[in-house]
């Protein structure tokens, strides 16, 4: 049945798709073809940029429906159109330049605090080296103490980064589970950008001549 006084046979049952956004559940969709009016068409095409693609769809369509104006739009563009994702490329977009931010912010504090830190062990180090310790052995000590920190500020920042991402999902139907592999990304990729801020200092404070630190003490 289409509407309440036409009468259809159906001819086939396609699979469950989305025909809103993922934040809703699948719907019941009726696909029929009317031979007295048409609104819209979808094509799908192995090749949509293919040289005379376009214009071969359009002289098909004015061939069958010579009173209908023809307009082609992609499935992004009918979906930017409809503003099925409008809110979450905001927070996207927002989200990219906090995150561009915070680790500028981050790396420049680091940074800061692993020169300050250098110029106050300076002594210290140089002593080290005269004892004989090496300089992968002065590099290690000095980066897990940078590393404790990390750990610390992972174990304060986790669950707080869960409990808003579970909460954000809940807001979609269709939704993924988050699990350790995320969280264990994050960490992998934090004490990667923290490696490049610290390595560089405390290297150059291993590698200076102990002479001159002890010298300036």
Same mark, same amino acid.
């Given at each position: 049945m289409v509407g309440e006084n036409q009468l259809a046979t159906i001819v086939g049952v396609t699979d469950d798709f989305f025909n809103v956004s993922l934040q809703n559940k699948i719907i019941p969709c009726l696909l029929f073809y *009317?031979?007295?009016?048409v609104s819209? #068409?979808?094509i799908r095409m192995e090749n949509p940029n293919g040289a005379g693609t376009n214009s071969f769809i359009e002289k098909s369509w004015q061939a069958l429906f010579p009173d209908q104006i023809y307009k082609a739009m992609t499935l992004d563009y009918y979906m930017e159109q409809k503003a099925f994702y409008v809110l979450e490329n905001i927070m996207?977009? *927002?989200? !990219? &330049?906090f995150v561009l931010l915070s680790i500028l912010i981050g790396c420049m504090g680091l940074y800061g605090l692993v020169s300050f830190l250098a110029l106050q062990r300076q002594k210290e180090i140089g002593i080290r080296k005269v004892l004989g310790a090496s300089v992968g052995s002065i590099v290690y000590k000095f980066s897990m103490e940078f590393t404790w920190l990390i750990l610390i500020s992972f174990v &304060? #920042? #986790?669950p707080l980064a869960y409990f808003a991402m579970s909460s954000w999902l809940q807001t979609f139907a269709n939704r993924i589970s988050l699990n350790a592999g995320y969280f264990?990304?994050?960490l992998l990729v934090s004490f990667l950008v923290a490696g490049c801020t610290i390595g560089y200092q405390a290297v !150059?404070? #291993?590698v200076a001549n102990p002479v001159k630190s002890l010298r300036t003490e």
């Open positions: *009317g031979t007295n009016w819209m #068409a979808s996207y977009q *927002g989200f !990219k &330049i &304060i #920042a #986790a264990l990304l994050a !150059k404070a #291993a």
